[in-house]
């Protein structure tokens, strides 16, 4: 199959980007997107062109690490699916693809379709973490978790933190991914040590660096790749008041 | 968490504006209830209303705090507007839409019903209380100029409430979300509520219009 590429060419966050056409003929549709543009890349440096920067690890679709505009939906357009599991077979002969980088200002551009994510960094080291001892690790059944609890953790954990939520939303707000990292450590036993200060924490950490807020319109959970649904950030903003009104009575007591 | 840290934080400005807008759809509630009366009868309209009056400093308080949740409301959504805009890259690029339009536009249903509420405040409020040069409250509503004597007064007060509707649909739900209520056992009374306050309430407050801007005079 033949594609027209139009890609996001870029070199840092303060250049001006501009779309460039590439072709590429005789793709097998059975190979994955990135292997595309690793093609493409090849091609490329061939013709002593600068290849395009693109972020890619596993490519197992666990990872977190690709990500970015197909046609302008986050990931391309099969649900839940990462770039990296995204197949030529996903589009037609002849197709326009356009590639863009996640845009949000918290995501300042490294190159072409690569963005610096390490705001999510920042959230995490924040408040998204549990303290343990040091030590052997503990006997596995010694803490017993109800099966729904430890369900929905599961699902809240499926988060591989890509930022897709953040591209997806008209705020570029960082709610979907905060509040997946505060429910599947509230959900937990592990996670009541630090209590009600995660959340506080996080947040306050997600205002500083910049992201929207969330005016709730879903449209992070419609086009995450691991389907990470809205319920997160209902549970989120009721840690958030249960957080404050502790916060609250605290003070009172002292 | 101090109270000026929650309330200038994006979650915290949130939650007051779930509280104070769930609070001024209550109070929509309350003031359909008077408004129906019109169809009651003249005397009973009047009479109703001079109740109120009656009521005096009472009134004056109930309105101060209205204004108050109507203020801060509109000014936390501003601020959150700003934050969002701030956030967002601005590129000549397009993307999908998948998402309710109700939720997209929420900002700017939200401003429109402010503007109604400003006129609605400086034509019906001003004349009931200080300007009636002795008409009566039920003319004033259904005949005077600014009132459902004037057609585009009707049309106006239509749009401006169809859109208020439209507005509480993703507000409510929007506050459901944010005082997380959704994922509890009561998620599935407040969606079931919430359609009082998104369509039938404002539909009650279109049938007033419809009826005695346009109807009654057809009939």
Redesign the interface.
Known sequence: MNVNLKIWRQGSDSDKGILKTYRLENIDPNISFLEMLDILNIKLVKEKKDPVTFDHDCREGICGSCGFMINGRPHGPQKATTVCQLHMRAFNNEDDILLEPFRAESFPVIKDLSVDRKSFDRIISSGGYVSTNTGEAPEANSISIEKEYADEAFLSSACIGCGACVAACKNSSAMLFTSAKVSHLSLLPQGQKEGKDRVAKMVATMDEEGFGSCTNTGACSAECPKEIGQINIARLNQEYILSSLSGFLKKKNE | ???I??LT???????LMAITGLLLAFFMAFHLFGNLFLFVGEDAFNAYVEKLHQLGFLIRIAEFFLVLFVGSHAYSGTL?WI???????V?S????V???SA??S?AFTGSIVFIFLATHWSTFWYKFNFDLQGMSYYYVVTESSVGFGSPAVSIFYIIAIALLGYHLK?GI??A?????????KYEKIYNNLSAIFWFWIPLGFILIPVWFGFLVRVI
């Open positions: 968490m101090s109270i840290k929650l934080s994006s979650v915290g400005r949130k939650i959150l934050k969002n805009r701030k956030a967002k890259k590129v690029s397009y993307s999908k998948n998402t309710s939720a997209r929420a993703h739900t929007s459901g979300q944010t005082l997380g209520i959704v994922g509890t």
